[in-house]
């Protein structure tokens, strides 16, 4: 099982950003992606990264505003959110999986969290 550590939440104002970290244990995993849960709301997908090609994808909701980019070499993987606003408020999670898929069911290994907290 890969071992995913999450960095970076915190609070911040509307409009400010973040960048959250996840480092793995092992870049074994065919893709590698971010997801959220709010209180009260299923787990969604934000981002997601083929770790070899590089191929993403995106949930509506944040397309233009988030970035989900890997570092092959150091096996951390990146989600930069700008334009942030209290819709984003959420505990943020890391996964890895044998699938590329913003479906939280397809990933096996999954960090603790880290929250996000924007306040208006």
């Known amino acids: 099982q890969v071992q995913l550590v999450e960095s970076g939440g915190g609070s911040v104002q509307s409009g400010e950003s973040l960048r959250l970290s996840c480092a793995a244990s092992?870049?074994?995993?065919?893709?590698m992606g971010w997801f959220r849960q709010a209180p009260g709301k299923e787990r969604e997908g934000v981002a997601s990264?083929?770790?070899?090609?590089?191929?993403?994808l995106y949930a509506d909701s944040v397309k233009d505003r988030f970035y989900i980019t890997r570092d092959n070499a150091l096996k951390i993987v990146y989600l930069q959110m700008n334009n942030l606003t209290p819709e984003d408020t959420a505990m943020y999670y890391c996964?890895?999986?044998?699938?590329?898929?913003?479906?939280?069911?397809?990933?096996?290994?999954w960090g603790q969290g880290t929250q996000v907290t924007v306040s208006s």
């Open positions: 092992r870049f074994t995993s065919a893709a």
């Open positions: 996964a890895a999986g044998p699938v590329h898929s913003l479906e939280p069911n397809a990933y096996a290994s």
């Open positions: 990264v083929m770790v070899i090609t590089g191929k993403r």
